[in-house]
């Protein structure tokens, strides 16, 4: 329940202006809590006088029972055409959808932003059933005490049984502090979620270093909560037939809650820096590239392709590129139309980086190597006399006087 300690309240109404559910009100200057209070959270940061807290009992197992239905957090970015879902909401809505007809349940997805949010129907075409639109003039850009006030506060009132957010920058910001604020569980960068036959979620994640997939479950606290790591799940194309609803959900939102300002926003300063869990082609170098000289030729075929570079842990431990260019399962997880391996061995924990490429192309002096076996197409042979002759096949095939 909530506590409030009359001796510290002075009866200032912040925590009345900032409560989306009116369950606080300022009676003869001291706070008094209404009995609809969700416990959501949202006023006890912002009591200048710390007079709130919250005690929450252990929920009984029939109270688990009545949780139900699986919500993801459709987190929106700013691209030249607009604001648009990011890509991992797709996963995410696809796996989530998998999910939700496992368990007989509806799966909603939560966008929060100002007058500009625009293609919800998309979100229903991906696999929702549900659109629950939070609008706000003070979620124009993401902040986090907004978007963690706002998504505590449809926790409370709608209870899901599972809630999803994508393992990007802004996901694993806010999921862990509603989970602190709720006091809920949390499984972070997640590569593979299922269900058991306890109805539970099966949250997979490395754990050790990478050294074992550990298997998860959060049987005491609802909702499970979960970040997933992007590219770890395909999504099909829209389905234009599909029906759902959007659904308005009232936002309640105080400056006064609001720690942090959007002071101004700096575009990447080159097209190289796009990260390599956005990018469509990647030229991805290993150990076998011998050098780090010989980077530039991988840097000169990625340009070419329209691409970027990444690589192994090898050459990140050789402080040849740094740690956001590392692709695999210490690494960042990814998903591109096309991926080149140059000089990559294919060891395990590299390939669960990869593999999920759309086309695979391997470059090894060695006919044995293991990244073959996952590979589309294979040139045996020593990279550094190859590249040079795929890189001017390709500046001759885009040559204006090329007949091809
Ligand atoms: C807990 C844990 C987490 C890990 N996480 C990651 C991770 O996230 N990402 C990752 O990549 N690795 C990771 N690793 C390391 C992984 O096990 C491998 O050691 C690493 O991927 C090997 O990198 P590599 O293929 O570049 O180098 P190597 O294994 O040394 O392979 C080099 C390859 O280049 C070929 N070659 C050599 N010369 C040439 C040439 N001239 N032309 C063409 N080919 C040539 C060789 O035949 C060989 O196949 C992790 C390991 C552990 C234990
Ligand atoms: S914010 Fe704190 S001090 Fe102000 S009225 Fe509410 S409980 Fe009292
Ligand atoms: S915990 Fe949430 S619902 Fe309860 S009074 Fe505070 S802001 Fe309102």
Redesign the pocket.
């Known amino acids: 329940m909530l506590k409030i300690d009359i001796k510290k309240c002075t009866g200032c109404k912040i925590c009345e202006k900032v409560c989306p559910f009116g369950a606080i009100v300022i009676v003869d200057k001291i706070a008094q809590m209404q009995d609809n209070c969700t416990l959501c959270g949202a006023c006890v940061n912002t009591c200048p006088e710390v007079a709130l807290s919250i005690e929450r009992r252990k929920v009984s197992e029939k109270e688990l029972m009545l949780f139900s239905g699986i919500f993801i957090w459709g987190e929106y970015e700013e691209k030249d055409e607009g604001l648009i879902p990011k890509k991992v909401v797709k996963e995410l809505l696809s796996q989530g959808r998998k999910l939700a007809d496992r368990l007989d349940q509806a799966l909603a997805v939560v966008v929060l932003g100002d007058g500009r949010l625009t293609g919800l129907e998309t979100l229903i075409a991906n696999g929702a059933d549900r659109v629950i639109r939070c609008k706000h003039k003070l979620l124009g850009r993401y902040t986090a005490d907004s978007f963690t006030n706002v998504i505590s506060a449809v926790i409370s009132k709608e209870k899901p049984s599972i809630f999803l957010f994508g393992a990007t920058p802004n996901g694993r910001e806010l999921a862990p502090r509603v989970a602190a604020r709720l006091h809920l569980g949390l499984t972070a960068d997640c590569t593979g979620l299922d269900i058991n036959e306890k109805g539970e979620m099966v949250q997979t994640r490395p754990a050790f ?3 074992i997939m550990a298997s998860i479950v959060s049987p005491y606290t609802r909702p499970q909560m979960a970040t997933v790591r992007p590219n770890v799940f395909s999504f099909g194309e829209l389905d234009n037939s599909r029906k759902g609803e959007i659904q308005d959900f009232y936002v309640v939102l105080s400056p006064a809650s609001i720690r942090t300002k959007v002071v101004a926003i700096e575009k990447l300063r080159d097209e190289r820096e796009v990260s390599i869990e956005d990018a469509d082609i990647i030229v991805s170098a ?3 590239c ?1 050098k780090k000289e010989n980077l530039k030729l991988i840097r000169e075929l990625a340009e070419e392709l329209g691409g970027v570079m990444a690589g ?4 990140v431990e050789l402080d040849w590129i740094p740690h956001t260019r ?6 960042l997880t990814v998903g591109p139309q096309l991926y080149i391996a140059v ?3 294919g ?1 395990i ?2 390939l669960v ?1 990869m593999s999920s490429a759309k086309t695979i192309i391997a ?4 006919p044995d ?1 293991p990244i073959f076996k996952v590979a589309d197409l294979g040139i045996v042979g ?3 006399e190859i590249l040079p002759v795929l890189i001017k096949e390709l500046k001759k095939s885009q040559s204006p006087c090329s007949n091809s």
């Open positions: 270093g990478g050294n290993g150990r076998g011998k192994s842990r090898s050459i590392q692709v695999g399962q210490s690494g000089g990559i061995s060891a924990q590299h980086g470059i090894n002096k060695d190597a020593d990279a550094i």
